[in-house]
Nanobody, 126 residues
Framework: QVQLVESGGGLVQAGGSLKLSCVAS????????MGWFRQAPGKERDSVAA????????YYADSVKGRFTISRDNAKNTVYLQMNSLKPEDTAVYYC???????????????????WGQGTQVTVSS
């Protein structure tokens, strides 16, 4: 059983930065594609970024391209999401997720992910 624990959320002013972390335990982190998703109140959960288990292929939602960066440290079983130039519309609960079922591509759809963290709140004030 894989467990994922996010941290790093908080309250920040527009234009500020936050770095989210997600630590995995109970599995083989290096073989998972890792993704970050977010869900704002009253909205569906959306994909934000993902990184293939080989590390070379990444995905970013258009709304965060150029502002957010996903990275991973397999030695620490951790995936990160560096968020810069934050906007009020980035306010949401952010979740990390692990995909072990689709090794040939970088999964983007949340239904493709097998394990989820509990989420961390990010609030951006205007």
């Amino acid at each position: 059983q894989v467990q994922l624990v996010e941290s790093g959320g908080g309250l920040v002013q527009a234009g500020g930065s936050l770095k989210l972390s997600c630590v995995a335990s109970g599995g083989t982190f290096g073989s998972y594609t890792m993704g970050w998703f977010r869900q704002a109140p009253g909205k569906e959960r959306d994909s934000v970024a993902a990184m293939h288990w080989l590390g070379g292929r990444t995905y970013y939602a258009d709304s965060v391209k150029g502002r957010f960066t996903i990275s991973r440290d397999n030695a620490k079983n951790t995936v990160y999401l560096q968020m810069n130039s934050l906007k009020p519309e980035d306010t949401a609960v952010y979740y990390c997720a692990a995909d072990m079922s689709h090794p040939l591509y970088t999964a983007v759809n949340d239904r493709e992910y097998d394990y989820w963290g509990q989420g961390t709140q990010v609030t951006v004030s205007s």
